[in-house]
């Protein structure tokens, strides 16, 4: 018998939750340790971490697809992207290292201005000044602050380097950084030419993570295709291209449309999993399952970009509407990811905790230096990157650049989402792994609290409660006294 989320009371309420409206009881538990918990999927998308970044133009690039896939999770490369652009980034995602991150590279004649945009790019800081493809020294963020822009980084880098040897092991790596009293270090080949970058935080993240590989070892990235246009065409091609697995996406996806083109797919074959969506209710759920998904996409309207539920009155509080989808692809052996409306680590667990195989997150991740496009600063001095909706003015202007100046006039009177918003840098948790490990701490301890080790487990031994938004109010940490 397939076992599931229990209420307190034994009875669900008669009213539709929010992740705010609900808690988890503590249960006898004899898992011991976060670190005995095992956070893999096992719905097909190869995910050893329950996370999965979603196919936002402001979120979902190569770097992001790098860095998360590396810590186990996935990233979907959004939908406008045209097909050479995503088979680029496909090829570059799988040709990373799993244990080494991709420096950033300067010669040394380049300019203080060109470094200060690129060392941004990546939560280390550093980039690597080479010759040859061999290391000559460092610089970083502090090495290149109130120096001539047009001072070349030879001048201002460390000569004061050590080198990892290819092919260390993350302890060693990390007893090395440690006596020599450096925070990071260019791994180098035997032939001295430069292979990747370690940090002694990414060395101790190699021994708590596993990378998300496919069946040739190499990091795994998904991508989005629409319903719109020759769909079987594009699918064919993502996959050509590499990508481990498909998601078709549009706002609604329990609609002919989404059907027609979910089935058309399907029949092509093409030897990788199809999640499809966004869909609420168990009918929505079972006619994608029918059509030939193997993960459903659940969620209309909780997400932080879009207003959809303003400006349309349509969607579910994400809570039960994941309750419910997950029931209903349990039934038939398939799987939901929870897209959307979390914005805490209790939220991915009570996510997993109704049924989920995965939970989506977009802007939550818009805010780290992984996120594609510019760090911006604001008159207080605080970084931000720029975050959009995917159904905004702004996103269809993307997915639209082909049509007439007529026709995407006539598309952007309809607007549905948020175009401009700001996400700004935690100082703190610049990085996308610095949320992954606040996230992933939290998630592993519930699954502690409900004595389960794996992530079916957990769905199976939870048990939830309803609580007033005074409940939700107690939890909440106080940063200053009373």
């Known amino acids: 018998m397939l076992r599931h989320m229990r209420f307190l009371d034994g009875t669900a309420p008669g009213h539709d939750l929010t992740y705010d409206d609900v808690f988890l009881v503590p249960s006898r538990s004899g898992v011991a340790s976060r670190f005995d918990v095992d956070l893999a999927s096992g719905d097909g998308s190869g995910t050893t971490i329950p996370l999965v970044v979603a196919n936002m133009t402001a979120i979902a690039g190569r770097r992001m697809a790098e860095t998360v896939s590396r810590r186990g999770g996935l990233v979907v490369i959004p939908q406008d992207i045209p097909l050479p652009v995503v088979a680029d980034v496909v090829q570059w995602v799988k040709s990373r290292h799993l244990?080494?991150?991709?420096?950033?590279?300067l010669r040394g004649n380049q300019t203080v201005g060109e470094a200060l945009v690129l060392v941004?790019?990546?939560?280390?800081?550093?980039?690597?000044?080479?010759?040859?493809?061999?290391?000559?020294?460092?610089?970083?963020?502090?090495?290149?602050?109130?120096?001539?822009?047009?001072?070349?980084?030879?001048?201002?880098?460390?000569?004061?380097?050590?080198?990892?040897?290819?092919?260390?092991?993350?302890?060693?790596?990390?007893?090395?950084?440690?006596?020599?009293?450096?925070?990071?270090a260019p791994v180098v080949r035997a032939d001295g030419t430069l292979v990747g970058l370690l940090t002694r935080t990414g060395a101790l993240r190699a021994t708590?993570?596993?990378?998300?590989?496919?069946?040739?070892?190499?990091?795994?990235?998904?991508?989005?295709?629409?319903?719109?246009?020759?769909?079987?065409?594009?699918?064919?091609?993502?996959?050509?291209?590499?990508?481990?697995?498909?998601?078709?996406?549009?706002?609604?996806?329990?609609q002919d449309k989404m059907l027609e083109a979910l089935a058309a797919v399907r029949?092509?074959?093409?030897?990788?999993?199809?999640?499809?969506?966004?869909?609420?209710?168990?009918s929505g759920t079972r006619d994608l399952v029918a059509a030939g998904a193997d993960i459903v996409k659940v969620g209309v309207g909780p997400g932080a970009m879009c207003t959809t539920r303003m400006m349309t009155a349509v969607g579910r509080p994400q809570f039960s509407a994941v309750l419910e989808c997950a029931s209903a692809a349990r039934e038939l052996g398939k799987h939901v990811w929870a897209d959307g409306g979390v914005r805490h680590p209790r939220d991915v667990a009570l996510a997993l905790a109704?049924?989920?195989?995965?939970?989506?997150?977009?802007?939550?991740?818009?805010?780290?230096?992984?996120?594609?496009g510019d760090l911006f600063t604001d008159p207080s001095g605080r970084a931000y990157k720029e975050s959009f909706g995917m159904a905004s003015s702004r996103a269809v202007a993307h997915r639209t650049a082909s049509d007439t100046s007529f026709e995407r006039a006539r598309k952007a009177i309809y607007e549905e989402g948020i175009?401009?918003?700001?996400?700004?840098?935690?100082?703190?948790?610049?990085?996308?792994?610095?949320?992954?490990?606040?996230?992933?701490a939290g998630v592993r301890s519930s699954f502690t609290y409900a004595g389960a080790a794996t992530v079916p487990e957990f769905a199976a031994r939870a048990v939830a409660g309803v609580q007033s938004m005074a409940g939700f109010a107690e939890g909440r940490p106080l940063h200053t006294s009373w």
């Open 99 to 105: 244990i080494y991150d991709t420096p950033i590279m």
């Open 120 to 184: 941004t790019k990546r939560a280390h800081g550093a980039a690597v000044v080479v010759e040859d493809d061999r290391p000559l020294g460092l610089v970083t963020e502090a090495d290149l602050t109130g120096v001539d822009r047009f001072a070349q980084v030879s001048g201002v880098m460390s000569t004061s380097l050590s080198t990892l040897p290819d092919g260390v092991t993350p302890a060693e790596a990390f007893e090395a950084l440690t006596e020599a009293r450096h925070r990071l």
């Open 208 to 254: 708590i993570y596993r990378p998300n590989v496919d069946a040739a070892g190499r990091l795994r990235i998904a991508a989005a295709v629409g319903i719109n246009g020759d769909v079987p065409a594009k699918a064919r091609g993502l996959a050509e291209a590499g990508v481990d697995l498909l998601v078709m996406d549009t706002a609604h996806g329990h």
């Open 267 to 282: 029949a092509l074959d093409l030897g990788v999993p199809i999640a499809a969506g966004n869909v609420v209710t168990a």
């Open 354 to 372: 109704a049924g989920a195989a995965n939970v989506m997150i977009g802007s939550w991740f818009a805010g780290t230096l992984e996120s594609p």
């Open 419 to 440: 175009s401009h918003a700001r996400m700004f840098i935690d100082p703190a948790r610049p990085s996308v792994e610095d949320l992954i490990d606040t996230i992933t």
